[in-house]
């Protein structure tokens, strides 16, 4: 007996077990053949997959982006695009582009493979394919969460008489001290001070000002993955504080604010920063 369309729709947006759920360069990431296996279940395998064209494509002067490694900003390789459709019996037809990077030593085949791969999970996605999970957060592994859902999901957990100094953290990001009545500031910890004196400079430290810039430039980007990316980079108490004050907006304060707390690094020096640039930004916004 054929299925429905509210019969398919229901099995392709289900939720996928949380093992195959991996991260891949700090994006949550279901491998293809997962994806392909939905798409036999949801259509008792009575689905066409299309490959309508595909361009190998070097825009690497007009892309660029940062070593991982080394910090260092660099031209886009080369590219290979794919655009392809996928179309469901009583569904219709979803069309999208895949792209995948021509690294050093890798052939045009493996670039092609890549990119088909993409173009159908893109496809697939327009149908609700790991949809929810990927990139509307609903039900996701703990670890492969982003900071502020972690954040709320440890929160949730605990019992509500309990309240340690991760959840104190992270009310104080939310709330101003008018808001929360039981707001009290840590005291500084004497053997950071340090680390994150007033009068230090970013001239006296090429690391400290490389730091600086590259945070400059994740704020100027604006997104979570940015944020998120410069964050990890944050391997010291004066590079969490630096940020706290850089921060262009109560957005970014919140999102660093989490991020230390999910990463086991909010300080009461970190915690006095904040405080700082929140009433900074906050007198200025009137």
Known sequence: MSKTPAEITAKLVESFPHDVIEDKQGKRYIA????IWRLIEATGNNYEWRIDAHEYRNDGTLRDRTDRKTGETIPAPPVCVVHGTLTIPG??????SGV????AGQGADAAYKGAVSDCLKRCARLFGVGLRQLYM????PAHLQAPKERAASRAQSRPSTRVDATEAAVRNLTETPRENPEYKRPEPNPSLASQVRNGRTDTEDPKRAAFKSQA???FADG??????KICDSADSPGKWVMLATLAPNLTAIE??????VDRGAYSPHLD????KRKAELESAAQ
Not at 223 to 228: D, K, L, M, V
Not at 272 to 275: C, E, F, L, N, P
Request: no cysteine.
């Open 91 to 96: 569904l219709g037809s979803r069309s999208d």
């Open 255 to 260: 999102a660093i604010g989490l991020a230390a």
């Open 32 to 35: 293809a053949e997962h994806i």
């Open 216 to 218: 400059e430039k994740a």
């Open 223 to 228: 997104s979570t993955e940015a944020i998120e």
């Open 137 to 140: 957060g609903e039900d996701v």
């Open 272 to 275: 006095t920063a904040i405080t």
């Open 100 to 103: 995948q990077e021509m690294e």
